[in-house]
């Protein structure tokens, strides 16, 4: 076990995914937790005619933010390493594509996030990872 990515959206779900993901590396001196968030980009052509490059990065950085800072007071003081990251992209895609980048060995999610679909028993990022990834992947409700 190395490098364990640990998607978080700010739901109960991801922090109990997280907290899985760090009873998992614990014990392993070479493993180390990749926490990072995607945000979707914002998709309109118009938005970004009138909203500069700068302003859009500064508005993904501060929900990603936001959506890390449980995240981050949960690690803060564990002896695994851990690095964080605001990813924009897919969500699913994007989790993934960074997944293979880094070298993770492993995917710990949650089963259901803040999407806009609620009331599913598997969230539709988590089965659309599932289906992309070539690692193993642990759901965590």
């Not at 564990?78 to 993934?96: D, R």
């Amino acid at each position: 076990m190395n490098t364990v990515l640990v998607p978080i959206d700010g739901s109960e779900s991801s922090l109990n995914a997280l907290k899985a993901a760090l009873a998992m590396v614990g014990n392993h001196p070479e493993a180390a937790l990749r926490v990072v968030t995607v945000q979707p980009p914002i998709a309109s052509g118009n938005v970004k005619r009138f909203i500069s490059a700068e302003i859009l990065n500064e508005y993904y950085e501060e929900e990603g933010e936001k959506a890390l800072k449980d995240a981050r007071e949960l690690l803060s003081g564990v002896s695994v390493p851990v690095t964080f990251a605001v990813l924009v992209g897919p969500v699913a895609e994007t989790i993934v594509e960074h997944a293979k980048e880094q070298g993770c060995s492993h995917v710990v999610m949650g089963t259901r996030g803040l999407g806009r679909v609620t009331g599913l028993v598997l969230g539709s990022v988590a089965t659309k990872v599932i289906s992309l990834i070539d690692i193993p992947v642990t759901l965590v409700k």
